[in-house]
């Protein structure tokens, strides 16, 4: 399974400056919300069938990454670009530091399903709070 979420995560990155021609820069930066909701419906209904779900979260995580980073790029002035490309490439990877135990913790204590509603949570406040923020520097 993880395999098969690297392929469509990578095909996402592959597709997304396609995708953003296609579709504008404002529809294509809302998708990573849809990660959210995967998240909370995973957490809200056992079925099977949902598993290519998960497959859609590698490919809109795809599509986001490569889009940040040229929006950064774009947004931040060649001076600090390097150490702002460092920290947000760091707060990712500390996020997932610090989320895999939580979400470790949940799954142990409560159930998947509620951990799944947990993170499909804190997705929709990150990516929100991220769009609200680049909305307000007319970035989209």
């Not at 939580?102 to 406040?125: C, E, N, Q, W």
């Amino acid at each position: 399974l993880f395999a098969v979420f690297g392929l469509c995560s990578g095909y996402g990155s592959k597709k997304a400056h396609s995708l953003e021609s296609r579709l504008g820069r404002g529809t294509v930066l809302s998708l990573p919300l849809s990660i959210s909701f995967v998240f909370i419906l995973l957490g809200q209904i056992k079925a099977v069938y949902l598993i290519p779900l998960i497959f859609l979260n590698g490919f809109l995580l795809g599509i986001s990454g490569p889009l940040l980073v040229g929006y950064l790029n774009q947004l931040v002035e060649s001076e600090i670009r390097a150490t702002a490309l460092s920290v947000m490439n760091m707060t990712g990877s500390l996020s997932f530091v610090i989320l895999s135990p939580i979400f470790g913790r949940l799954v142990d204590g409560y159930s998947l399903s509620y951990a799944h509603t947990a993170l499909g949570i804190f997705f929709l406040t990150g990516s929100s709070t991220s769009l609200i923020l680049l909305h307000r520097q007319k970035a989209i």
